[in-house]
């Protein structure tokens, strides 16, 4: 989910449905149904009527229109297989695409254009970006956070991976002091050998 100030909207995104739905929060009542021919993953918001996903099924992203409520672009990212983390700093307007083959896809938020390709960890699930230190981030489940540089809008560096938990991937981040906080549960490996 994510949340549209200019247009007090929620947009839900729907990976069985293909689709994102936008619920108006002055009235707690859906809006409209955004069909996207893909399955969508992590969805952002730039606070200037414009929404981005990523489209892990198609190797896409998707831009939106909060204000008609419709897809204005689709921008094809090939050699991000599978997107599925995405950040955004939108004073930068770059887009931080984490993919499934152990990259970073770095895009332009306002056409699409792909500025730099960097690695990340093996199994990538959630990206973060944090804008007072211009640190993007990717949550793998090999046991790594992927931390990325951000120097200007054309420049950008991998300052390398820090160990965590294995398959710790759901990420959130406290941009007032940098805390990047990974959510990881306890099992047992024989739990999954009848499954």
């Not at 990259?103 to 792909?114: E, L, Q």
Request: glycine share 8%; aromatic share 6%; hydrophobic share 45%.
């Amino acid at each position: 989910m994510a949340f549209d100030a200019p247009t007090a909207q929620v947009f839900v995104a729907g990976g069985d449905a293909n689709a994102v739905l936008a619920v108006d929060t002055k009235n707690n009542e859906p809006s409209k149904i955004i069909p996207l021919g893909g399955g969508p993953e992590f969805l952002v918001t730039d606070g200037a009527g414009s929404l981005h996903i990523n489209i892990n099924d198609k190797n896409e992203i998707v831009k939106i229109d909060t204000k008609t409520v419709s897809v204005i672009a689709r921008w094809p990212v090939a050699a991000c297989i599978g997107p599925t983390g995405l950040a955004l700093d939108p004073q930068a307007h770059r887009l931080f695409a984490t993919c499934e083959n152990a990259r970073m896809m770095i895009v332009d938020s306002d056409n699409g254009k792909i500025a730099v390709t960097l690695p990340i960890g093996k199994g990538t699930d959630s990206a973060a970006f944090d804008p007072a230190r211009k640190l993007a981030f990717s949550s793998n489940s090999d046991g790594t956070l992927t931390i990325i540089q951000e120097t200007d809008p054309e420049h950008f560096s991998v300052l390398g991976n820090v160990l965590t938990e294995s398959v710790a991937r759901t990420m959130a981040i406290d941009p007032l002091i940098g805390d990047v906080f990974l959510s990881q549960r306890a099992y047992s490996p024989s739990a999954f050998r009848n499954i």
